[in-house]
């Protein structure tokens, strides 16, 4: 995962947020993260600049929260193998909810949108496996989680800013060329080497 190089700057900024919101259930913090993940969806299926900025804002908060839970939960003293699992299946929904209305909006072609789901999933499966079957869990590989969500809100943004109706005079599909296209590549392709890189490596371990 290339951003673990800077997670001493994220927990830098994280943690003073996570002491003030030790109130909060960091279950509630989990589920907040699944419904802005929801919201995101729903925003790109609609065209325009508003839909994209709020669905960039809604992808940012689902980040943001993800984070939060843990160290909250930390903090508290509350962190459980409970609270793990559910938030590694509520992280696999909102992965599906982002993707799948990028997969079915107007940016990205639908069976482009479905490989970066299956490499997006792949690649979470092949960790836990790992956590299963005894090395422990596996975070790492090209493309991890936080890499995946801040390359979707860039694109977003950059979406945001460009007209993808400008090209319909060439008389080809708009999506073929949209950014989050490309995103939707990246995905696709990075995370399917990464849940490779996972399985050869977990492999390994068992031989």
Same mark, same amino acid.
């Given at each position: 995962m290339v951003l673990d190089a800077y997670?001493?700057?994220?927990?830098?900024?994280?943690? &003073?947020?996570?002491?003030?919101?030790?109130?909060?259930? &960091?279950? #509630?913090?989990?589920?907040? #993260? *699944?419904?802005?993940?929801?919201? #995101?969806?729903?925003?790109?299926?609609?065209?325009? @600049?508003? &839909?994209?900025?709020l669905g960039a804002f809604?992808?940012? *908060?689902?980040? *943001?929260?993800?984070?939060?839970?843990? =160290?909250?939960? =930390?903090?508290? @003293?509350?962190?459980?193998?409970?609270?793990?699992f559910l938030d590694h299946v509520l992280d696999r929904y909102a992965d599906v909810l982002m993707l799948g209305g990028l997969a079915i909006g107007p940016y990205v072609p639908v069976w482009l949108g479905l490989?970066?789901?299956?490499?997006?999933?792949?690649?979470?499966?092949? @960790?836990t496996q790992a956590q299963a079957v005894g090395p422990g869990r596996d975070y790492r590989g090209i493309l991890g989680r936080a890499d995946r969500?801040?390359?979707?809100?860039?694109?977003?943004?950059?979406?945001?800013g460009f007209d993808p109706n400008s090209i319909r005079d060439l008389g080809v599909e708009p999506y073929r060329y949209s950014i989050?296209?490309? #995103?939707?590549? *990246?995905?696709?392709?990075? @995370?399917?080497?990464?849940?490779i890189q996972r399985a050869v490596s977990t492999w390994r371990y068992l031989s």
């Amino acid at each position: 995962m290339v951003l673990d190089a800077y997670r001493h700057l994220a927990d830098a900024v994280l943690d &003073p947020i996570a002491r003030r919101l030790t109130n909060v259930s &960091p279950d #509630a913090l989990s589920a907040a #993260a *699944l419904v802005s993940a929801g919201f #995101a969806g729903i925003s790109f299926l609609f065209r325009g @600049g508003w &839909p994209l900025a709020l669905g960039a804002f809604f992808v940012f *908060l689902n980040a *943001l929260l993800d984070a939060l839970d843990g =160290k909250v939960a =930390k903090i508290t @003293g509350k962190a459980s193998r409970r609270g793990d699992f559910l938030d590694h299946v509520l992280d696999r929904y909102a992965d599906v909810l982002m993707l799948g209305g990028l997969a079915i909006g107007p940016y990205v072609p639908v069976w482009l949108g479905l490989l970066a789901i299956v490499g997006v999933l792949l690649t979470s499966y092949m @960790g836990t496996q790992a956590q299963a079957v005894g090395p422990g869990r596996d975070y790492r590989g090209i493309l991890g989680r936080a890499d995946r969500l801040v390359i979707l809100v860039v694109a977003v943004v950059l979406q945001a800013g460009f007209d993808p109706n400008s090209i319909r005079d060439l008389g080809v599909e708009p999506y073929r060329y949209s950014i989050l296209g490309w #995103a939707m590549v *990246l995905f696709a392709v990075l @995370g399917n080497l990464t849940a490779i890189q996972r399985a050869v490596s977990t492999w390994r371990y068992l031989s």
